[in-house]
């Protein structure tokens, strides 16, 4: 078919390129109405492909593609291709739409996150089968079962703008793909026949076997039968002829066969696994069964499983007796009978069997999670082993594989979904617990989980004579899950969620012996090339019982010092296989802890340490440990993961920023949880449940390349009985189980639930499955009845941003068994007591509103916690904090309830469920004894009387004890806090009973507004307060009114202790900034409010502080440099006049050099005043060998630049003497006290603190000069060509030395000497750095544009261009009047100044915000504002355009302030090209030639303006007509233009395509059909600047 687009397409669809290309028109202001189809339908095969030409960023979502079986010839289009119906399949992002309803959440590439250039196609395979195709590759079946006769469907959506078809044929090697995976599976069955099918030899043991492994030819001959005492191999090739002789690996299965069959035989009488004749697929019988006859002929490797030829056969399995196990019997013949256990031919709808009924497939797993149940053929014999091994899974569901038996004979049975539906004569293991008749037996069966396992382990149960049913986990008997079961049973499998593929095996062999024998054979046959674990198989009893590591290890790893190191050799080949696991299990507050050796620079990520159920012996090792999907936690970087997934974001330190030196550590406690520890800190739970059998694991990745174990680890402070740390902490006021009480807490969730939940993690985890396609339908209640005062609580874990709405929570009567689950909770009209959001709801009617905390507003992390006290009341939990009484009258017996409702997905069980303490009960208040510290010298701060009410005030305000319970402990500073004034306390006292720690900030509520009555106006905790604006830290995340504004902000206050000191200011940037123990952690918060009072919490452990700071005195002649950060300037609210204080101070400048201690590559000269870079790029650090001092500015000029290079100098200062200083190669290596300016940002220490700031070094050319300077307030300014780029860094210590980097492009440096000038008089002025470009603020993000000075104000460089701009004004003789008399705000957009600035191309500006481009070429002439314009600061939120017009426009335009019809050249443009009196030539203003099609007198009637966001389009000739001028101080002719830059009020203009006909864009940002913006508002504009452009 041909590679074109239908013409009929959305509305907003504009085709070209021979209907091959698709354009969506207005994409800035439009998102959809894009849809295109194909010209003819699709043909089988063919993949019809389009390649992203364009996007936008100004909407989410991007292109969607499909197809339809619509035709688009009488279709009606609808605004998206998700609004298709009657037949239509839509891939979205990376879901699949069928007919607008999710039918597959995550497949394939994620379309959203793919480029410009990339292409995508959509394919009808011939099997009916819908294929997504992202730049050539086949991303797998997205839908089955579509009809012929689609057209294909592409939605230029949201982001994408622009596609073209690329083709439309099939794909060159679709056919050859197909076949080879044809081949791949059927080679795969006949390998499963050969290696793991049963085919009867008898040999005598090992020797026989390798001796008929090293045959290569011959024929199996009668063999005498063996007695009983002795087994042969599970499975031995007849033929062994060299077109089909073994291969490597089979011939080491054959001989790994062989030897465990030497093992069976020698303890062949002991346990229950030891069954007559059931090893193989021959027919099997009970001595006093029914005997079974078959025939016995040959044994190759084609012998099917059906009986044939002739003979006999028969197995004998002797009954247990005198406490002997049963035993092995011996079978004769060879032939394979019918009556072999195989797999029923009816099963459940999904379910494809193949291998003659041994190995059962889910079709469609990444679509379906269910119908995969399938059952044995026939009934289980007694004591026969029915065992299957697991052979893929797919990692998309929760759930997995469940097993069991059934009385339901298949042949009678209508099979449910899961087998757990069925309701009578089923017993099923599933997860770690047994199932009866769909309802839970035994909650903890065993410490397997069956959701767990992984591909290769095998599960098996057995039936025994005496009725009891044993389950068997990799051959270890679980013991008895059922003591009588009926005589006659099938086994069933049910394949759900993450179970795809199962075969059944019939060599039953001890799964761990039978790896163990792996390792072996390993270890003794060099040539087979797999892993040698080395392995004792009786340990050494007077080995010492050291934790070391085990010697199977990673690829790329090695392990020395008799196991207690371990290395990768090749750290800087190999980042990854660097695996190691511990020699053993840890034991339960077993600390396993290793020091880092030896770290490599060259890779990213570092060191990872944690837990896992595999032991190393038989483990496969990854190439990393986060790929394990089973039985593993890991902490990697600051997060940890269980079985590859997040579990937390943000936990303890970051392991990547480890040095060398540095230790970690792991421990799992008693109850189950797991801590981590770094440097011998612990970092709190990571995770709960966590089996006891585990073994440590460590991974050297990326930069970790050597590690050892630790074993002193007495120095390690002793874990909490409580979780006190972490993330995850439990509060403070969390009840918790009583020591010496019942032991493990049995609450779980019930098996019974809604429809969309799963219940893992043996009970104690619920989560809705199809979370983005299903909303409710997904409750879950509790295992049993609350007890009076217990807590149950829960973790959220996981939460979409799809819905509305989120979790619901509270209590019910009703039992699981008597309930008929609801859509939601509050659908139930009885007996029930919910919380929604802030609602109490009794039987779905709401009793009460506003009740203390919102589930609404809760995040990931969150806790929620229920309890009935004994008096009735119910009471909800928050993060530990007990909200009130919510309601009373409850009954006693009550079950929790959870709704996994909207947003909320997934929640856990926390181990602080349980019997309550005595939180609840009322403290006794007592006056605490603690040492007084006296004020500090000066006027101290002083604590305002008005705080919580377990706070008491001692020393005059200067000391805050809480002497009572965990919280209400907000105390608040007596007065408002000035500008950069720091409120800063010290912890005199901490009780370690309680977790959380102090919490602090800022806040507008101001104390004399609360009540007198503490207890009613103040909420328990500082991230409650939500009744004025708040700013705190707590731990380290930073909160607004509760809210998580930021994550991993500094130092965490919960780990502060007694002597610690804690302060907070506001500057003037309007930032918060928190320091602990003087250090300034940088700004934790943007955009806090003036009037605020400091605010601190006495929660969880500090109990008591004590003020160390004073007010800041009043100082009139003190002046502060203003900030480049904060807008103020441009919002009138600061004094733009010169700083008063008189004439200057005289200061004595003090001569500065550079210091002879310097970076290698280094040369000075010239008395020291320059620095040159003789070598290479680095190692060109210099430092001065004077203290800056206050006030003096000190200079420096760029004497020569090296193109050969990138990037260029950086400079700062130095906080501590460089004397001795080690030089580093480059300045970002430094990590003490140095404060640094690179390219556009500053960094303290090497962290980044703050972006876009002036100009960008990278861009400075050649002679100019850079200056450094610290006010008398400490803070850092930079200064370019001798203007100021505002404060770049704060409380800079003294001394500070100046320091250079001569780095990559920038080669030599002078220090300029003879113009050293001082702040504080005239030439300091605080000046405005900008005007209303600059202080712009999009998205929290400030645009970063430097200004510089009119040439009369920069005595160090004078832009020529500028200057021959303002000499073309000035020849205009405009009134003076008409602008700005701050010349600072004059802007040169030339390609020296804006480079030298840094300048973008774009930003964005208004409500909303709407990009414009800077007028590069142009010079700016700042025109004065409308007063009321000026004081009102509306115009901040218009929009800026651009205006061109001719000079004769100009003074009218001026005259009336505002555009006026009829003044651009759009409206009149004939250039007449003769000489004014001033030297220019202009136009006549009223010419007589229009645009075509212009109607003169409609637009007199109809007045309209014409702008345009970028002068690229308001500069053409045709609006902008060009003038001659002689310049009258060169007396060079040039041309010039002329235009406005222009402030557009939002709504007043209407957006439209460009009136020139052009067909080339003529601006990258902006498309031809909306670069023209017309208005008829007269009062829409205001005129901001003059725009001239000479040549």
């Known amino acids: 078919m041909a590679a074109e687009l239908h013409p009929c397409s959305g509305k907003l669809i504009g085709l070209s390129n021979s209907n091959r290309t698709a354009q969506r028109n207005q994409p800035v202001q439009e998102f959809n109405n894009g849809l295109v189809l194909s010209r003819e339908p699709l043909k089988d095969r063919d993949v019809f492909t389009v390649r992203i030409d364009k996007k936008v960023n100004s909407w989410s979502g991007s292109i969607e593609i499909g197809v339809t079986s619509l035709d688009p010839a009488g279709l009606d289009f609808p605004s998206s291709a998700t609004g298709l119906k009657g037949g239509s399949w839509i891939v979205s992002g990376c879901s699949v739409l069928c007919d607008g309803r999710s039918v597959l959440e995550e497949y394939g590439r994620d379309l959203d996150q793919l480029s410009e250039g990339d292409r995508v196609g959509i394919q009808r395979s011939a099997h009916g089968e819908l294929h997504l195709w992202v730049n050539g590759q086949d991303c797998g079946a997205a839908a089955s079962g579509l009809p012929t006769g689609l057209w294909a469907v592409v939605d230029l959506y949201g982001k994408c703008t622009q596609v073209t078809v690329m083709s439309c044929e099939p794909p060159s090697l679709a056919e050859r793909d197909t076949e080879r995976e044809t081949v791949e599976e059927h080679e795969q069955e006949d390998e499963e026949v050969v290696v793991c099918g049963v085919r009867e030899g008898e040999f005598g043991g090992l020797t026989s076997a390798v001796n008929l492994a090293a045959a290569t030819n011959g024929t199996l001959e009668e063999v005498p039968e063996l007695p009983p005492t002795h087994n042969r191999p599970d499975k031995f090739p007849n033929n062994l002829e060299p077109e089909t002789g073994l291969t490597e690996h089979q011939l080491f299965d054959v001989l790994n066969n062989a030897i465990v069959s030497l093992y069976r035989s020698e303890d062949n009488g002991g346990g229950d696994l030891g069954v007559g004749g059931t090893g193989t697929d021959s027919g099997t019988g009970s001595r006093g069964d029914r005997g079974s006859s078959s025939g016995g002929g040959s044994i190759n490797g084609n012998s099917s499983d059906s009986g044939g030829g002739t003979g006999n056969t028969g197995s004998v399995s002797n009954s247990p007796a005198g406490g002997g196990g049963a035993r092995l019997g011996a079978v004769t013949g060879g032939m394979l009978t019918n009556d072999a256990l195989l797999f029923h031919e009816k099963c459940g709808t999904l379910i494809k069997l193949s291998n003659n009924n041994k190995t059962a497939e889910r079709r469609r797993p990444l679509d379906e999670f269910n119908n995969g149940v399938v059952m044995t053929n026939r009934p289980l014999r007694h004591n026969e082993m029915f065992e299957i091994r697991i052979d893929k899974l797919v990692d998309k569901w929760s759930g997995s594989i469940e097993i069991g038996v059934t009385t339901h004979n298949p042949n009678n049975l209508d099979y449910p979904a899961t087998m757990t539906n069925l309701r009578s004569g089923t017993i099923m293991m599933s997860g770690c617990g047994i199932l009866t008749n769909g309802k839970g037996t035994r909650r903890e069966?065993?410490?397997?989980?069956?959701?767990?396992?992984?591909?290769?382990?095998?599960?098996?149960?057995?039936?025994?004579?005496?009725?009891?049913?044993?389950?068997?986990?990799?051959?270890?008997?679980?013991?008895v899950a059922a003591a009588q079961t009926p005589a006659v049973v099938y086994g069933v499998v049910d394949l759900y969620g993450m179970a795809v593929k199962v075969t059944i095996v019939h060599n039953h062999n001890h799964s761990d012996r039978l790896r163990r024998n792996n390792a072996i054979m390993?270890?003794?046959?060099?040539?087979?090339?797999?892993?040698?674990?080395?392995?004792?198989?009786?340990?050494?009893?007077?080995?010492?019982?050291?934790?070391?590591?085990?010697?199977?290890?990673?690829?790329?790893?090695?392990?020395?010092?008799?196991?207690?190191?371990?290395?990768?050799p090749h750290a800087t080949d190999d980042f990854n296989h660097g695996v190691v696991l511990s020699g053993r299990p840890l034991r339960s507050n077993e600390v396993f802890q290793v020091r880092i050796d030896k770290m490599v620079d060259k890779w990213a990520g570092s060191i990872e340490i944690g837990v896992t159920t595999h032991n190393p012996a038989y483990l496969q090792l990854p190439s990393t440990m986060t790929n394990l999907r089973s039985g593993t936690w890991m902490m990697t970087g600051n997060g940890v993961m269980h079985n590859g997934t997040t579990i937390l974001d943000e936990y303890g330190h970051n392991l990547d920023r480890l040095k060398a030196g540095d230790t970690v550590g792991v421990v799992r406690k008693e109850d189950g949880s797991l801590h981590f520890f770094v440097n011998g800190v612990a970092q709190?739970?990571?995770?709960?449940?966590?089996?006891?059998?585990?073994?440590?694991?460590?991974?050297?990745?990326?930069?970790?390349?050597?590690?050892?174990?630790?074993?002193?680890?007495?120095?390690?402070?002793?874990?909490?009985?409580?979780?006190?740390?972490?993330?995850?902490?439990?509060?403070?006021?969390?009840?918790?189980?009583?020591?010496?009480?019942?032991?493990?807490?049995?609450?779980?969730?019930?098996?019974?639930?809604?429809?969309?939940?799963?219940?893992?993690?043996?009970?104690?985890?619920?989560?809705?499955?199809?979370?983005?396609?299903?909303?409710?339908?997904?409750?879950?209640?509790?295992?049993?009845?609350?007890?009076?005062?217990?807590?149950?609580?829960?973790?959220?874990?996981?939460?979409?941003?799809?819905?509305?709405?989120?979790?619901?929570?509270?209590?019910?009567?009703?039992?699981?068994?008597?309930?008929?689950?609801?859509?939601?909770?509050?659908?139930?009209?009885?007996?029930?007591?919910?919380?929604?959001?802030?609602?109490?709801?009794?039987?779905?009617?709401?009793?009460?509103?506003?009740?203390?905390?919102?589930?609404?507003?809760?995040?990931?992390?969150?806790?929620?916690?229920?309890?009935?006290?004994?008096?009735?009341?119910?009471?909800?939990?928050?993060?530990?904090?007990?909200?009130?009484?919510?309601?009373?009258?409850?009954?006693?017996?009550?079950?929790?309830?959870?709704?996994?409702?909207?947003?909320?997905?997934?929640?856990?069980?926390?181990?602080?469920?349980?019997?309550?303490?005595?939180?609840?009960?009322?403290?006794?208040?007592?006056?605490?004894?603690?040492?007084?510290?006296?004020?500090?010298?000066?006027?101290?701060?002083?604590?305002?009387?008005?705080?919580?009410?377990?706070?008491?005030?001692?020393?005059?305000?200067?000391?805050?004890?809480?002497?009572?319970?965990?919280?209400?402990?907000?105390?608040?500073?007596?007065?408002?806090?000035?500008?950069?004034?720091?409120?800063?306390v010290k912890i005199d006292e901490v009780d370690d009973q309680w977790s959380g720690s102090l919490h602090m900030g800022l806040t507008t509520l101001a104390p004399p507004e609360l009540p007198s009555c503490p207890m009613s106006g103040l909420s328990p905790s500082l991230t409650q307060l939500r009744c004025k604006v708040t700013w705190l830290l707590a731990g380290s995340e930073v909160r607004r009114n509760g809210l998580l504004q930021r994550q991993n902000y500094g130092a965490s206050l919960d780990r502060l202790t007694v002597g610690n000191r804690v302060g907070v200011k506001r500057c003037s940037d309007d930032t918060m900034h928190v320091l602990i123990d003087g250090e300034d952690m940088g700004p934790a918060a943007t955009a806090v409010a003036k009037n605020v009072y400091a605010v601190l919490d006495l929660y969880g452990r500090v109990t008591a502080v004590s003020i160390v700071s004073s007010s800041v005195l009043e100082d009139a002649g003190s002046v502060k440099a203003p900030s480049l950060s904060s807008d103020s300037c441009s919002e009138g609210e600061e004094d733009r006049t010169p700083v008063e204080g008189g004439e200057p101070a005289l200061v004595h400048n003090t001569v500065m050099a550079f210091l002879e201690n310097h970076g290698k590559n280094i040369q000075l000269s010239h008395q020291n005043l320059t620095a040159a870079r003789v070598s290479s790029y680095n190692q060109g650090l210099?430092?001065?060998?004077?203290?800056?001092?206050?006030?003096?500015?000190?200079?420096?000029?760029?004497?020569?630049?090296?193109?050969?290079?990138?990037?260029?100098?950086?400079?700062?200062?130095?906080?501590?003497?460089?004397?001795?200083?080690?030089?580093?190669?480059?300045?970002?290596?430094?990590?003490?006290?140095?404060?640094?300016?690179?390219?556009?940002?500053?960094?303290?220490?090497?962290?980044?603190?703050?972006?876009?700031?002036?100009?960008?070094?990278?861009?400075?050319?050649?002679?100019?000069?850079?200056?450094?300077?610290?006010?008398?307030?400490?803070?850092?300014?930079?200064?370019?060509?001798?203007?100021?780029?505002?404060?770049?860094?704060?409380?800079?210590?003294?001394?500070?030395?100046?320091?250079?980097?001569?780095?990559?492009?920038?080669?030599?440096?002078?220090?300029?000497?003879?113009?050293?000038?001082t702040v504080g008089g005239e030439s300091g002025e605080a000046r405005c750095q900008g005007d209303m470009e600059k202080a712009d603020m999009v998205d929290g993000i400030k645009e970063s544009v430097c200004w510089t000075p009119h040439p009369e104000v920069n005595p160090n460089k004078t832009c020529e261009y500028q200057a021959l701009c303002s000499r073309f004004k000035d020849l205009l003789t405009l009134p003076d009047g008409y602008f700005n008399e701050d010349a600072k705000y004059n802007l040169c957009y030339c390609e020296s100044c804006h480079k030298l600035r840094g300048d973008e191309s774009y930003y964005k500006r208004g409500e909303p915000p709407r990009d414009y481009a800077l007028p590069f070429g142009w010079c700016r002439f700042a025109l004065r504002i409308k007063p009321h314009c000026e004081v009102s600061n509306s115009f901040k939120k218009w929009h800026i355009a651009y205006h061109g017009t001719s000079v004769g426009a100009l003074r009218r335009t001026l005259d009336h302030a505002q555009l006026l019809s009829g003044t651009s050249s759009i409206f009149s443009v004939s250039p007449v090209k003769t000489e004014g009196p001033n030297g220019y030539s202009e136009p006549e203003e009223n010419s007589s030639n229009s645009l075509p099609g212009r109607d003169r007198e409609r637009d007199r009637e109809v007045p309209r303006v014409q702008l345009s966001p970028t002068m690229r389009y308001s500069g053409l000739e045709m609006f902008a007509p060009k003038v001659q001028f002689r310049d009258p101080r060169s007396h060079c002719c040039h041309q010039a233009q002329v235009g406005f830059q222009v402030c557009v009020r939002p709504g007043s203009y209407k957006v439209g395509p460009q009136t020139l006909g052009a067909s080339e864009p003529l601006d990258p940002r902006f498309s031809n059909t909306e670069i023209e913006w017309i208005t008829k508002d007269q009062g829409g504009t205001l005129l901001y600047g003059l725009l001239i452009r000479v040549e």
């Open 522 to 568: 390993r270890a003794l046959s060099p040539d087979v090339g797999r892993p040698r674990p080395a392995l004792s198989l009786t340990p050494d009893p007077d080995a010492p019982d050291r934790l070391l590591f085990h010697s199977n290890c990673g690829q790329k790893a090695a392990i020395i010092s008799e196991g207690r190191t371990a290395l990768r």
């Open 1182 to 1317: 210099l430092v001065t060998a004077q203290p800056l001092p206050r006030q003096q500015l000190f200079q420096f000029q760029i004497d020569r630049l090296n193109a050969s290079w990138t990037s260029s100098l950086s400079l700062g200062v130095i906080g501590h003497s460089p004397d001795r200083l080690n030089f580093p190669s480059t300045a970002c290596c430094l990590k003490r006290s140095v404060w640094l300016l690179q390219r556009d940002s500053v960094f303290h220490n090497s962290l980044k603190i703050c972006e876009n700031y002036g100009p960008n070094l990278d861009t400075c050319p050649e002679g100019t000069v850079l200056g450094l300077l610290v006010d008398g307030n400490s803070c850092l300014h930079l200064y370019v060509n001798g203007m100021d780029q505002g404060v770049a860094a704060q409380d800079i210590p003294t001394p500070c030395y100046p320091l250079i980097d001569l780095y990559g492009q920038c080669e030599q440096v002078t220090i300029v000497t003879n113009t050293v000038s």
């Open 684 to 984: 709190g739970p990571a995770a709960w449940n966590v089996p006891p059998s585990i073994y440590a694991v460590v991974d050297l990745y990326g930069q970790a390349a050597q590690a050892t174990i630790m074993d002193d680890v007495a120095d390690l402070p002793p874990l909490p009985e409580d979780s006190s740390e972490g993330p995850t902490v439990m509060s403070p006021s969390s009840p918790c189980s009583v020591a010496g009480g019942n032991g493990a807490n049995d609450l779980r969730f019930h098996q019974l639930h809604g429809t969309n939940a799963v219940i893992t993690n043996g009970g104690r985890t619920a989560l809705r499955q199809n979370c983005r396609s299903e909303f409710n339908d997904a409750i879950v209640i509790s295992n049993r009845c609350l007890r009076d005062g217990e807590l149950f609580e829960i973790v959220i874990q996981k939460m979409v941003d799809r819905w509305s709405g989120s979790i619901e929570a509270g209590v019910t009567a009703i039992r699981p068994e008597e309930l008929e689950f609801p859509n939601t909770m509050t659908d139930i009209d009885y007996d029930t007591w919910m919380l929604s959001g802030t609602a109490i709801m009794q039987d779905g009617n709401t009793m009460r509103n506003n009740y203390g905390c919102d589930l609404d507003t809760l995040t990931t992390g969150s806790r929620i916690g229920m309890m009935r006290s004994a008096t009735g009341d119910l009471h909800y939990y928050i993060n530990g904090v007990d909200q009130g009484v919510a309601c009373t009258g409850l009954p006693p017996e009550v079950y929790a309830v959870i709704d996994l409702y909207g947003q909320c997905v997934q929640v856990s069980i926390t181990s602080s469920s349980g019997p309550q303490d005595n939180s609840l009960c009322t403290s006794n208040i007592t006056e605490k004894s603690f040492s007084i510290h006296s004020p500090v010298a000066g006027v101290a701060h002083r604590l305002h009387s008005k705080h919580g009410k377990n706070v008491v005030l001692l020393g005059e305000g200067c000391q805050a004890v809480r002497v009572g319970g965990y919280a209400h402990g907000i105390v608040f500073s007596a007065k408002e806090l000035k500008t950069d004034e720091l409120f800063e």
């Open 445 to 479: 069966y065993c410490e397997f989980s069956l959701d767990e396992l992984q591909e290769g382990d095998h599960i098996g149960l057995m039936h025994k004579a005496s009725g009891a049913l044993h389950f068997y986990i990799n051959g270890i008997d679980q013991g």
